[in-house]
């Protein structure tokens, strides 16, 4: 399945937002088309407005969904993954908030990306490169995400990150990933993450601490994830091609080793 060509709807629909969302309820089966709009526009989908138009012409100039066809096939190969639909819309910004360059969003069966021109073509295939390699765990894993727990999110996000090294380059790397020093983030696993592993997806603690809120450091479960996966590496020489079916405690077992012999992680 190609990329859906979703600025085909962006032109006939830019400014009715809800119409969007009409073919997307088989992926929202609880949502009607305004909530839809609801959860993805949270996710970062744009807001209409003479800005955001703008950045959908932009895209549509450079090719965004051509060059996402393009990524689709190669990574679907390479990674054994989904023929899933990949859905591209403008970012959300105005003059008033900050600018959010890029965002995306993966479901077992769909993946969403959002999106503002930006000149470096990398930062494309980056942001491609981390929601597509999700979908590809997800399906290789075979799992319903209802089962995963904060430890199986740790090692997605970091192992998504990594992916975005192996294929785009380190500059591409997410910043959070970079944010913490190795002694904060021993502080932040020793205070939030190690008695909290086997929280699911569905408490309200996961995502509090996957994304730092309420009183975590920011991103602090995506910085930490990526720590675990860069043990896990050094110690078995892969890339995340070989890593992408591994179990994530299998992954996360040369970092748990270091924490308890040597009181550090990397």
Not at 186 to 198: I, P, Q, V
Request: charged content about 30%; overall charge positive.
């Amino acid at each position: 399945m190609p990329v859906i060509r979703t600025d085909r709807w962006l032109d006939e629909q830019f400014f009715h937002p809800y119409r969007l969302c009409e073919p997307l309820k088989a992926h929202f089966e609880n949502l009607d088309p305004p909530g839809i709009y609801q959860f993805l526009a949270e996710k970062g989908l744009y807001k209409p407005s003479g800005l955001t138009f703008q950045d959908f012409v932009r895209l549509k100039e450079m090719k965004v969904w051509d060059r996402a066809d393009k990524y689709l096939d190669h990574f679907r190969k390479r990674w054994k993954g989904p023929d899933i639909p990949v859905y591209i819309f403008p970012a959300n910004h105005s003059l008033f908030s900050p600018l959010v360059l890029k965002n995306g969003y993966t479901l077992p069966g769909a993946m969403f990306l959002f999106l503002t021109p930006q000149e470096d073509g990398k930062e494309l295939k980056a942001l491609f490169v981390h929601e597509y390699h999700h979908a590809a765990r997800l399906h290789r894993l075979g799992r319903k995400t209802e089962t995963f727990t904060l430890l199986d999110s740790l090692v997605m996000e970091g192992l998504a990150e990594h992916a975005v090294s192996d294929s785009c380059g380190e500059k591409y790397v997410a910043r959070w990933m970079r944010r913490y020093t190795e002694k904060q983030i021993a502080k932040l696993w020793e205070k939030y993450f190690r008695a909290n592993l086997r929280l699911k997806t569905g408490d309200p603690g996961h995502d509090r601490l996957l994304y730092g809120m309420r009183g975590v450091p920011p991103m602090a479960g995506y910085a930490v994830g990526f720590a675990i996966v860069k043990a896990c590496r050094e110690k078995l020489r892969c890339r995340t091609d070989e890593m992408i079916a591994m179990s994530a405690e299998r992954i996360a077992e040369p970092f748990l080793v270091q924490e308890k012999s040597e009181g550090t992680r990397f």
